[in-house]
């Protein structure tokens, strides 16, 4: 038995110097020291053996047993160093070479656009007000003079929340309200940025969030030729002089008269384009004069007050200024796109 335990740990031993993972040393591990590995049956042979040689059998098969375990740590312990050396020759760091410059960051086209919007109306003495994106039905609607069934609300898909009269803005006209109530009964000139939400079909043309910037000049003895006038200033200073504007009647609930703003394109000079669909013209705002509803909502006296208003995008003017022909680039968190500007 003696001499068959020698040859055992001989033979263990060689395997062991030649494994060279650790699956190899697993399996050997199994192979040897396992449950029915090849030393359990040296210890049942034991009660088989005379008295008189038990002790001597017994106290080398722990030897042999002990002297497996430790080089099977040991042996371990070299396969990690050796695994671990690799790793740092592999992953090398070249300190010599060159440092790489971190690359800078930049405005997204859409922040750009809107502080060229802030500057320009800045230059005119608006300043900017905030409004909050999450609004009530009462001051996105019912104040702005739109209630309840209102054909009107069939222009806005709305982003209702599970709290009851709670909703994502559909446009950034509610700040009107908040900004004549905060501010009545002093004359006001402000813009509201932000961003709208609405329930509708994402084309290249229209996106289910983008951002609006609503304007509002409330005081004494303002007219439509106010208007016309903030117009003109923002299309020349915007997209370059000498623009030809038109305004054109139109409908909103929460002014009148309401009108469509339009400038001449500014890619085919008015010739017609794809663009302008071949019509010569551009929309770049809704405006009118503040109704006098939504003026008496908002604590003026439409007898002594008036008011004009305007909304305009963001994106539609930043895509003419750079020809981008998708408005789901903006928000597509492209590098490809946005490293462009």
Known sequence: ???????????????????SDSQALQGWNQRYLGRKGALAPFFLQLRDLPREERPL????LNQVKQAL????????EALKAGERAASMAAEAIDVTLPGRAPSLGRLHP?????????????????????????????????????????????????????????LLRTHTSPGQIRAMREY????????????CYRYE????????????VEGLAVGKNITMT???????????????????????????PFTEPSVEVDMDCILCGGEGCRVCKYTGWLEISGAGMVHPVVLRNGGYDPQVYSGFAFGMGVERPAMLMHGVTDIRYFFGNDLRFLGQF
Request: charged fraction near 25%; proline fraction near 5%.
């Open 1 to 19: 038995m003696l001499d068959a335990l020698r040859e055992l740990e001989t033979k263990a031993q060689a395997e062991l110097q030649s494994a």
């Open 57 to 60: 059998a017994g106290q080398t």
């Open 69 to 76: 375990t430790a080089a099977l740590e040991e042996r371990q």
């Open 110 to 166: 859409s922040t750009a656009t809107l502080r060229r919007i802030y500057a320009i109306f800045a230059d005119m003495g608006f300043q900017v007000y905030r409004a909050p994106d999450v609004e009530t039905d009462m001051v996105n609607f019912e104040l702005l003079n739109i209630p309840p069934h209102h054909p009107a609300r069939d222009m806005w898909d709305t982003f209702y929340t599970t709290r009851e009269g709670v």
């Open 184 to 195: 009545c009964p002093e004359p006001i000139r402000v813009i509201l940025p932000g961003m």
């Open 201 to 212: 079909q994402v084309t290249a043309r229209s996106e289910m969030m983008f951002y609006q």
């Open 226 to 252: 106010d208007l016309k006038g903030v117009m003109a200033e923002y299309a020349s200073r915007m997209f370059g002089e000498g623009r030809t504007m038109r305004f054109r009647a139109s409908h909103f």
